[in-house]
């Protein structure tokens, strides 16, 4: 597995402004393929990204979500620390959740077994709370703890954060995959038991110079980063184009329309998007989805995922999001993922409800500004 072990840590660029470098990994589903498990996951787990996103749907489910049912498809990660001394932990930064989770000592899944698990004794500043926690999974629950404890990001240290512990972690499938926990970068509307989202806590605080973050995703292993209170100049060209977030949760915004080969093929009439550096992929609606495929001449296996001839990928069209009048073309090179066992995959995903899901896919061409000060997106041509 072609995981990174990055020999630089993070920084800070000026007071109140900090990088935390990202690591690209191969995605859960590439790992499962080469293992010869990948179908037998299809065969035995329904899978769908917008599970991730109950207010998606007519008839939201009450749980609180967390986005690991989606871990298929994650494949950036970064290191944290939790406690005093402090205790180290690989995390996807994910805007498209709210909470901080990791494995616990007292789990005994296979798959905490199988990662760096949180030891409260052996931390100084740890205070338990007595709640529980109940993250749905899409292979069952995962059952936990609500502590609290120092947690340090980057150089960044946020006393007094909430964060779950699992105690019972569902799915064969967890024991594969590279990350501990999540870190969710999302609105605090989202976080299960109303506890206040990491970086929430960091504005708090007043360590940020700006309340706003920012995420450039490399093509390559390294040179991937998130960095909280500031926007790094470097990683884009061009202008930055700010859109209003429609919805305070998620970062969702309002999307025009899709557009492939001058024609609009889905999205017609506008629809709603959500920036998600927790999902790999593009997903949406499946008549959308199919549009897309159809356009971009992908046929669909017996498991679901749509496949393209490797030859063909010069010759195929920009698939372009159109948001708020402005146009964001993502190319075949961009949106087909080269594969050495078998053929190119499509990385559009169908999804229930009416989301469009704006994954890795999409950020690794727009370098992304999470503004929580204006409740806006903005997006600028990546390098």
């Given at each position: 597995m072609r995981f990174l072990v990055l020999l630089c840590t993070a920084s800070v660029l000026s007071q109140g402004i900090t990088r935390l470098?990202?690591?690209r990994g191969k995605k859960l589903r590439e790992v499962l393929r080469k293992k010869g498990l990948l179908h037998h996951f299809f065969q035995h787990h329904r899978y769908d990204i917008g599970t991730k996103f109950p207010h998606a749907f007519p008839n939201g489910t009450e749980v609180a979500t967390e986005p690991l049912l989606n871990t298929l498809d994650m494949e950036y990660y970064g290191t944290i620390s939790i406690g005093t001394p402090p205790q180290v932990f690989t995390v996807v930064?994910?805007?498209g959740s709210s909470n901080l989770w990791v494995p616990s000592i007292s789990c005994t899944s296979l798959a905490c077994q199988n990662h760096q698990m949180f030891n409260p004794s052996q931390s100084s500043t740890y205070k338990s709370t007595g709640q529980n926690l109940s993250i749905q999974y899409g292979t069952g629950n995962m059952e936990g703890i609500v502590g609290s404890d120092t947690v340090t990001v980057a150089s960044l240290v946020d006393t007094n954060q909430l964060f779950g512990l699992s105690t019972t972690e569902p799915?064969?499938?967890f024991v594969h995959v590279k990350f501990d926990g999540v870190l969710g970068l999302g609105y605090p509307n989202l976080?299960?038991?109303?506890i206040t989202p990491v970086f929430d806590n960091l504005v708090n605080e007043s360590l940020l110079e700006e309340?706003?973050?920012s995420i450039y995703l490399s093509r390559e292993t390294t040179g991937s980063v998130v960095i909280f209170g500031g926007i790094d100049e470097s990683y884009f060209t061009g202008s930055i184009n700010w859109i209003f977030v429609s919805y305070q949760g998620y970062w969702q915004i309002s999307m025009d329309s899709i557009i492939v080969n001058s024609q609009e093929i889905a999205c017609s009439g506008g629809c709603?998007?959500?920036v998600d550096t927790g999902t790999s992929l593009v997903a949406g609606p499946p008549s959308g989805i199919s549009n897309i495929q159809s356009a971009v001449g992908a046929r669909q296996d017996m498991y679901g995922e749509y496949n393209v001839n490797c030859s063909s990928i010069s010759t195929m069209p920009d698939v372009i999001f159109?948001?708020?009048?402005?146009?964001y073309p993502?190319?075949?090179l961009a949106y087909i993922e080269q594969n050495d066992q078998g053929p190119c995959i499509s990385s559009f995903q169908n999804t229930s409800g009416d989301l469009w899901i704006l994954g890795d896919v999409f950020i690794r061409v727009y370098y992304s500004i999470f503004d929580r000060a204006n409740n806006r997106v903005g997006l600028a041509k990546a390098i």
């Open positions: 470098p990202l690591e930064f994910d805007t799915g064969q499938f976080a299960a038991d109303g309340n706003l973050f709603q998007a959500i159109v948001i708020d009048g402005v146009q993502v190319s075949a």
